[in-house]
C-alpha cells in the first residue's frame, strides 16, 4: 500500500518489520542516536508527507527510552507532513498507576499523564494488547484499540490440555490479583467455562522495590485441580511465582502460567526457570533477549496486521 508506511523505534524491529510484511505495507528506516547525557537524536527516513504512519513501538525493561523515542518519531512524522499517525505499543507503559491513588498517598495517575503526552505528540490513534485495565483507555482523547489475547491464549491450552490427555473439569482459571479478575474470567468463558479463582494482593509498601507483593486472602478451590494463572504482565514474576507457591500450598497438582507482556526485570528469567510451572505461555508482545525452548510465545503480529 503505498499511502502507508511503517516506522519501528527500537525496542523491536524485528516485530516491526514482521508486521510491515504482513500488512504489506512500507518499512521506514528510523535513525536514532544518542547524546552523552542519553537525549535521543531521532530523524526519519521515508517519503511521509500525505501517508498514513504507523510507528510500532512497545515498552520494554526500558520504557522512558521506549515512550520519549515514541513521541520523538511521531513529531518527526507530524512535522514531515503525515497524514494521520498511528502507534502501535503491544505493551502499553506505565499502566499500573491508573487511578487516584488512596489518602494516604500521592500518587500520580501515570496512565492518563501517558494518554496525554501521547495525544499531545500528533499521534491520532494507538493500538495496544492486553491493557492493563479497561479505564486505561477512557483516559485517551484517541482512537484505541485494544487486542485481547483471550482466544490466542485459550487456542494454546487447548492444545496443551489435549496433549495431555487430561480434561479440561480438572482445570481452574486463577487471577493473581483482583485487578486481572474481568480478563481471567473471559479465560474461563472462552475454555467453556472453566472454574475461576482470585487472589487478593497488596503491594508490601513502604518499599524501595514496589514490584514485591503479598496475597492476603484466596477466593476459589484448587485441590487436587491443575491450575492456569493468568495475568496481563510478567515483570519480576513475583506475583505469579507467588500465587503458584500459594496453589501448590492449597493442593493444586500443577501450575500452568499464562501472561501477554513479558517484561522479564531483573533475574525473572532465572527465578522462573527456578518455579517449575508446567507450563509458561506468553506473547512477543515484548521482545526476548533469546529464545528459551521452555517458554511458549504465541505471535501477535496477525492480530496487529488485521488492524492495520
Ligand atoms: C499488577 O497489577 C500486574 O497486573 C502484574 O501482576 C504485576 O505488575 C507483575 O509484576 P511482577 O511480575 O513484578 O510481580
Not at 506505565?94 to 487516584?100: A, V
Not at 482470585?198 to 484466596?218: C, G, Q, T, W
Not at 499464562?258 to 532465572?270: D, Q
Amino acid at each position: 500500500m503505498k499511502n502507508k508506511i511503517l516506522f519501528p523505534g527500537s525496542s523491536d524491529k524485528k516485530t516491526a518489520k514482521l508486521i510491515a510484511k504482513k500488512s504489506n505495507i512500507e518499512f521506514g528506516k528510523v535513525e536514532i542516536k544518542t547524546f552523552a547525557c542519553n537525549e535521543k537524536y531521532i530523524n526519519l527516513i521515508g517519503d511521509i508527507k500525505d501517508k498514513i504512519v504507523y510507528i510500532y513501538q512497545t515498552a520494554t525493561q526500558n520504557p522512558n527510552d521506549n515512550i520519549i523515542e515514541l513521541m520523538l518519531i511521531s513529531n518527526a512524522a507530524k512535522l514531515a507532513g503525515a497524514k494521520k499517525i498511528i502507534a502501535i505499543i503491544p505493551n502499553l507503559p506505565y499502566s499500573r498507576q491508573d487511578h487516584l491513588s488512596s489518602k494516604k498517598h500521592q500518587e500520580p495517575i501515570s496512565a492518563k499523564l501517558i494518554a496525554d503526552l501521547i495525544s499531545s505528540s500528533g499521534i491520532n490513534k494507538v493500538i495496544t494488547v492486553h491493557v492493563h485495565s479497561s479505564r486505561i483507555l477512557d483516559f485517551y482523547k484517541i482512537e484505541t484499540v485494544n487486542i485481547e489475547t483471550v482466544d490466542l491464549f485459550a487456542k494454546v491450552l487447548k492444545e496443551i490440555i489435549v496433549k495431555s490427555k487430561s480434561s479440561l473439569s480438572k482445570y481452574v482459571i486463577v487471577s493473581p490479583d483482583k485487578g486481572g479478575i474481568e480478563q481471567a474470567k473471559r479465560l474461563s468463558i472462552s475454555l467453556g467455562g472453566l472454574d475461576f479463582a482470585y487472589f487478593e494482593k497488596v503491594r508490601a509498601l513502604p518499599n524501595d522495590r514496589i514490584n514485591i507483593s503479598k496475597m492476603i486472602r484466596f477466593f476459589g478451590d484448587v485441590k487436587g485441580k491443575e491450575a492456569i494463572i493468568f495475568d496481563d504482565m510478567i515483570d519480576t514474576c513475583g506475583t505469579v511465582i507467588n500465587a503458584k507457591d500459594n496453589l501448590m500450598r492449597m493442593g493444586a497438582k500443577k501450575v500452568i502460567l499464562c501472561a501477554t507482556h513479558p517484561i522479564l526485570s531483573g533475574s525473572a528469567i532465572k527465578n522462573l526457570r527456578n518455579a517449575n510451572f508446567s507450563h509458561i505461555v506468553t506473547t512477543n508482545s515484548t521482545p526476548l533477549r533469546k529464545n528459551y525452548k521452555w517458554i511458549k510465545i504465541i505471535s501477535l503480529a496477525d492480530s496487529i496486521a488485521e488492524k492495520i
